[in-house]
């Protein structure tokens, strides 16, 4: 039993107009990836992304992306996700940046990690809200995103997607 | 599997100092590691001409000799082995033979002879022998040894036996050899030589005066060794032809002179190549002692000697072989209160100096 | 890299060994080309293994640094000196050059070392016809 190892980096994508978000897709932001790879690590680094690499899963609604990279070289692909200031997608560009939030080994982790992320985040948002009728709607709105269906469903496919790896 | 592009391979510098009036000093043991020098250059400062009593050792190196494709079984003539290896006054090398391609052959002056062999040529040899400790888990290089002055080797023993019949009739092993003798033994190497097409040669001596060359400061108590790269690479940078008046914002070059530095007004830099014997080196740093001794300009004398790259031992009796260069040699750097600095360089396939 | 120090107690001997500490690495490289007569400047020459190492390394790449100590623009062979650190990314990017203005060529590597010195007394170019 051996696992392939690999790198899963968990990425915000980061826009100045949040409706952008909507227009992304996987294959837009993989290419997004290979091209600023291309650029900063030549030859060598595009083809350490021929194998390996893939965007396991993005949130349209949130802007977070799983990347999934080879375990021996993350390092130097992460290196050049900094150069990437736009994503091309259905014939518009969308200027934007990614910020990694976190590294993990299983997709399993990164979820983990992703749930108690966006935890952190609402505690910390909660007490900047004005008065309670505010804070009632974002409690609302949190409930409604949460409903079983969407999301959760998404996140399941993937588990199982992981557990296919572990020949 | 990812190669990682970010490192280079192994090498070792040691560097030594000490005093040539410390009765402990190894200096001399340490000069006959190498067996096979290929050249001496000296660089001496505030020094336009060879002082006579230099010139005169310079030009007192013993000759060498090439015989050109000879087979290797020659050097286990009975007659050759009495009258050359046993008295301990010959040494040889092939030549124009690549240690990281071929089979090479070395012939050390304490009798050892030495062979450095793919792993089909040592099937077909069919003599003991060791696989090279640096591809030791591909196994495709061999090295065997053999001391010719040892009981088994005398001539119609059974080991002597095995390998004159391995070298004759199995392997016909031959090459262009390099050989050394005793200045005055030319004679007992006359029987083997009559035999083959062979030259005599001179070592070269080519000189060059340098100006106004810039120079790091040398002090005899410079406490600090890490610097050992950045003079050794100063001297390099010399003997090359380099210049080190670059601006650090320059595109081509950026190679400057260590600091702190002085000038020199001017500088002789004298190199001599060709097979040279380890006691021929001995008796120039002898003469170059004996020049510092001499009321002069001269704060300090450095000397290099360059081994053979593509020789089956260096470092006395250690294995050498090619990685991506095969050098060994070493630098001595002499001052006027008698201290030294000895550095003794090695590439990947190396052991490490004593 | 590491050191290893004895001392005796005089003082008098010391003796350091050095591994793997050397900070660059020198090449000795000649440019073959198909077209014998074409003439390469320094700089042209510079800027040429620049442009091999980008196109193989990138940006990053690019930006290895690396001196160019010594030129013989007739035979087109020059000393380099690189950063011990960047120099499998320097010799493999001259391993893949291969065309220089739409004609072939071919980097010869012909001596490495971590010594500038050892590339001054190569036995190999030892000529004795």
Known sequence: MVRVKRRYLLCEVNVSKRSDLLQLDDRAVAAAVRAAVALTHGDYGAAHCLVGFSVKYLNAHTGMVFLRFPKRCYKLLWSALPFITSIEARGQKIPCFLNCVHVGGTIRTCQKFLIRYNTQQLHRMLPKCKDEEEKQQVREAILQCSLPGGKKEAFEDELESEEDEEK | MSVDVSHAPRSVLVCDRSSFLDEKNRISSQLQQLHFNYKVSLLLPECSSAPSHLDSVLKSFSSFYLIRNMPIYELLDKHFLETAVYQGSVSGLSHRTRIDEENCVALMPNGRLCLSLDKHSFQVLGVEGKPSKFNHKTKNRFVVSVDLTDSSMAPGGRGYVRLLTGLRSRLHLRTDFLLSHHPGGGASLQHLLSRYDWSEHRPEISSRVLTDLSCPALLSSDPQPGDAHSFLEWLGAVDADISCENSSSSFMSSLVCPEPKTMLDKALSVSV?????????????????????????????????????????????????????????????????????????????????? | MSGVIKKDESGVYQRVVLKNAAPYHYVNVCLVLEDESTKLSAVEFKQFITSGLKSLYGEVGAALAFDVLKYNEDKRTALLRVNSRGLVKLWSSLTLLGSYQNQACAFRVLQVSPYLLALTGNSRELQLD
């Open chain 2, 273 to 354: 190549c060709g097979l040279l014997r380890p006691q021929d080196v001995h008796r120039l740093v002898q003469q170059l002692r004996r020049h510092l001794e001499q009321p002069g300009p001269a704060p300090w004398a450095s000397l290099t000697v360059h081994g053979f790259v593509d020789s089956p031992v260096s470092w006395g009796d250690g294995e050498h072989g090619v990685l991506i260069g095969g050098e060994n040699f070493y630098n001595l750097l002499m001052f006027q209160d008698h201290t030294y600095h000895l550095h003794l360089a090695t590439g990947s396939h190396d052991p490490c100096p004593q």
